[in-house]
């Protein structure tokens, strides 16, 4: 793509939040003292499940609610109560939202015609955003003759062309089909990466958010868990509920003592944040989990815990084994244990195994 | 008349006294021109980018519910033509009520004028059908 918006380029605006309350009617707190800092250009991801606030930090932002407490600092400058048309904010939405009685070209022109921009200046913008995301040629269609992904590439062209502060990404990709989503989530950061505006990125699917973002942010019941980087955030959760909802993860029940977790015959150093001496219940990632049938002595020479394997699934670039631990009180705990996809056929229901954690690659974040 | 007595034989409250009685049927034809757009998400847009309320209004709702206005007029305009009851209470006269007074005294005028109020008529369903169908392309 040669198209490059001259006074976007490396422009980026910080963005302050602190301490933003918001209360709907029967005293729900969407959020509740929910702080974070966007650095200029950065690309941030809020991840959580529904309901955590993660729509309504974007929509304060945007101006689209108003907070019941804390302030929204957008370069430097409070803007709280600056209403929505003044903010100056680039918004893609979940539903599609190009105006219909527009073509794509005057959707993109609609925003620089209330900048007061003249006509050769807006055909310019417009044709350049259109190239960049890729529809020089479905420039004159109405909303109706375009596929979704392509109405949503004319809704971010749109957000774009009038060179906001910070662009806001609410959930744009949920409606759309699995392969169109992941192309378009690449597309997506080539373009923020491109143009440098600083993006706040929201949705409920961790691959989306892992994928693109520099910094992705965790948030439970109106705040924010944990703010880090997508490898960081795998490998390093700061709380359960991080490491319970980023990446699938085993819950196993195992002995805690002195920061050690005695799980699947080894011992797992626990992460920082954990709970103390004592039962409790593990979590440990499929990847970091070694499985071998009975017998081979191929588990890495440590023994490791006997199992036996309910299902085998094939899942194309990998493979998935669950199988259930032995216990001597009551049902073992389930255990699912990812492998390569040529491994599958190996192991079949009611096979016994021996389970092992794998060096360094387990997890273990204690969640009693 | 009783009404004139209360409220004198003004047009503005025989208007106002239409604009009631085509409140309800109006306002079907709106509200589903309204549900067929997502008002919410378009208007939100509309603002992000930088537009006023008003401008939303005029520039996004309103040429969105283009075939709903018009629709919502038409209908209007039938229903307030035929209305005798109302006119009446205003001591005033019907389009019908005087077609009838005219053919009293002039057939051939009255002859004219109904062939006349047969044509807009036709024109006026003409014209809608169109307009239903420009939208749908």
């Keep these: ?368 | 008349m009783p009404v004139t007595y209360l409220l004198g034989e003004g047009t503005v409250w025989l208007g106002l006294a239409y604009v009631i009685l085509v409140l309800p049927y109006a306002y079907r034809s709106l509200d589903a021109g309204l549900r067929a757009i997502d008002v919410k998400t378009l208007s939100e847009a509309a603002r992000s980018l930088g537009a006023s309320w008003l401008r939303v209004m005029w520039q996004i709702v309103l040429p969105n519910l283009r075939t709903a206005v018009l629709s919502a007029s038409f209908l209007s305009v039938a229903l307030v033509l035929g209305e005798f009851t109302i006119a009446n209470l205003f001591s005033r006269k019907n389009l019908q009520v005087a077609m009838f007074e005219l053919g009293k005294s002039d057939g051939q005028l009255s002859v004219a004028v109904g062939l006349a109020s047969l044509v807009f008529a036709f024109v006026v369903l003409f014209a809608m059908s169109f307009v239903g169908r420009k939208e749908k392309s």
């Design chain 1, 1 to 368: 793509m040669t198209a490059t918006p001259s006074p976007a380029a490396s422009r980026g605006t910080e963005v302050r939040l602190t301490d933003l309350t918001r209360v709907y009617a029967g005293n729900v707190r969407a959020l509740d003292g929910f702080t974070l800092h966007i650095a200029p250009g950065e690309f941030v991801a809020l991840l959580g499940p529904s309901g955590c606030g993660k729509t309504t930090a974007l929509r304060l932002l945007a101006g689209l609610e108003d907070a019941d407490g804390g302030t929204i600092e957008v370069g430097g400058r409070d803007v709280t109560n600056v209403p929505t048309s003044k903010r100056d904010m680039g918004m893609v939405f979940q539903a599609y939202s190009l105006f219909p009685h527009m073509t794509a070209r005057q959707n993109v022109e609609f925003g620089l015609q209330l900048r007061k921009q003249d006509k050769a200046t807006r055909h310019g913008r417009a044709a350049d955003m259109l190239d960049l995301v890729g529809l020089s040629k479905q420039a004159d269609r109405y909303a109706h003759q375009m596929s979704g992904g392509q109405q949503q590439r004319v809704a971010l062209a749109r957000a774009l062309a009038i060179e906001p502060q910070v662009l806001l990404l609410d959930e744009p990709l949920s409606a759309l089909d699995a392969k169109v989503r992941s192309q378009l989530r690449d597309e997506i950061r080539r373009i923020q990466l491109e143009v440098g505006t600083t993006t706040l990125f929201v949705t409920h699917d961790q691959e989306e958010a892992l994928a693109v973002a520099d910094r992705v942010g965790v948030m439970n019941a109106g705040r924010l868990e944990q703010l880090a980087s997508p490898a960081q955030l795998y490998k390093n959760p700061a709380t359960p509920f991080v490491a319970d909802f980023v990446g699938l993860t085993n819950r196993l029940h195992c002995r805690v003592a002195g920061g050690v977790a005695q799980v699947l015959g080894g011992a797992v150093p626990l992460l920082a944040g954990s709970a103390g001496d004592g039962l409790a219940i593990v979590l440990v990632r499929p990847e970091g989990v070694t499985i071998a049938p009975v017998g081979s002595g191929g588990s890495g020479g440590s023994g490791g815990a006997a199992a036996t394997v309910v299902s085998a699934s094939f899942l194309g670039a990998s493979g998935k084994i669950v199988a259930r631990l032995e216990s001597s009180e009551g049902v073992g705990d389930l255990v699912s244990v990812q492998v390569d996809n040529t491994d599958v056929t190996a192991y079949a229901p009611g096979q016994r195994v021996l389970l092992a954690p794998r060096g360094d690659a387990a997890l273990a974040v204690s969640a009693t």
